[in-house]
């Protein structure tokens, strides 16, 4: 038998005679691989978030900002700022308050808009309203907040329309109150929910709604009893992703708010701005961020059970 043939039966039987066709990296450990693969991304993560967060949150047990020329020590007592100051427990539960009408106007426009893509269209229907629902993500937001400015002021676009229809009418200007604010976040963060409750709906059989109707189910029997529950992980994704970064939102209370747009966001920002006083700044952004960790630890089964769907 010719040495080739030897030479291709052993390496196609594995003898220890046969070349290997595995490189240097193939004899590594898996840990090592894993390792590699994974250094650059926390290694960014730490460099670009963790340290930051680490360095902000020993500020806030300083008396002072250390770039200052103040004298500097330890203290505690930027964490009882909302005992030294109850005025900021009324600025928190307008923050809370903000977040909470925000969320729960997402979550019934967002589920609605979810389920008429997921259930009523198809193809390239489909496809351009999804595009239409990404299109707030595309622009820029100073730029998104203030076109709202001109749309809900006194005499602005709102006035302008009504008072084509009916002349006399009075101002419909709302700008400058919490409504407005509440409008611009919900034009910000309504594409949340209506892609996470999209792709729980998506994922819904139609033989089940199918199989309701010809038992003879009614459309809000389905809705409330079937698609509701069964979407809703993408519900409670969605209010997360929406309530967290709402709670400390500075832009949009400060542009369409006014002097009534004063929250937790608009106080931090106006610590590290204005009056210098990082300690303090960084103390209530650590509140806040507990306020977070409380909020995703007492969904987290809800939202484990959505990454598995």
Not at 288 to 296: D, G, P, S, T
Request: proline letters at 6%; glycine letters at 10%.
């Amino acid at each position: 038998m010719p040495a080739e043939a030897k030479a291709s039966r052993a390496g196609a039987a594995g003898m220890p005679g046969a070349p290997s066709s595995a490189g240097p990296l193939g004899r590594l450990p898996p840990w090592v691989a894993t390792t590699a693969l994974l250094l650059p991304t926390y290694g960014w993560l730490t460099l670009a978030v963790l340290l930051p967060l680490a360095t902000m949150f020993g500020f806030s047990f300083l008396t002072a900002t250390p770039m200052g020329n103040k004298e500097i020590g330890f203290t505690l007592k930027n964490y009882r700022v909302f005992v030294d100051q109850p005025y900021l427990l009324g600025v928190a539960w307008t923050s809370l308050k903000i977040g909470l009408w925000t969320t729960a106007i997402c979550a019934v426009v967002g589920f609605l808009a979810a389920l008429a893509l997921a259930k009523a269209t198809a193809g390239r229907v489909r496809e351009t309203l999804l595009i239409l629902v990404l299109l707030p993500f595309w622009t820029n937001g100073l730029v998104r907040v203030f076109s709202w400015t001109m749309v809900i002021r006194e005499g602005g676009f709102l006035d302008w329309m009504v008072r084509g229809v009916w002349p006399g009418a009075p101002s419909l200007g709302f700008l400058y109150s919490q409504p407005a604010i509440v409008l611009g976040l919900v034009h910000g963060y309504l594409p949340y929910m209506v892609l996470t409750c999209y792709i729980a709906l998506v994922s819904i059989d139609d033989a089940v709604v199918e199989a309701a109707a010809s038992l003879g189910a009614r459309w809000w029997t389905i809705l409330t009893s079937i698609l509701i529950p069964m979407a809703a992980p993408g519900l409670v994704s969605g209010a997360v992703l929406i309530f967290v970064p709402v709670i400390g939102a500075f832009m949009e209370p400060r542009i369409l708010g006014g002097t009534v747009g004063v929250t937790l966001g608009t106080v931090i920002e106006d610590q590290f701005t204005q009056a210098f006083n990082w300690p303090l700044g960084a103390a209530l952004s650590f509140t806040i961020l507990a306020v977070v960790l409380a909020v995703f630890a007492t969904f987290s089964g809800v939202l484990r059970r959505s990454a598995t769907i």
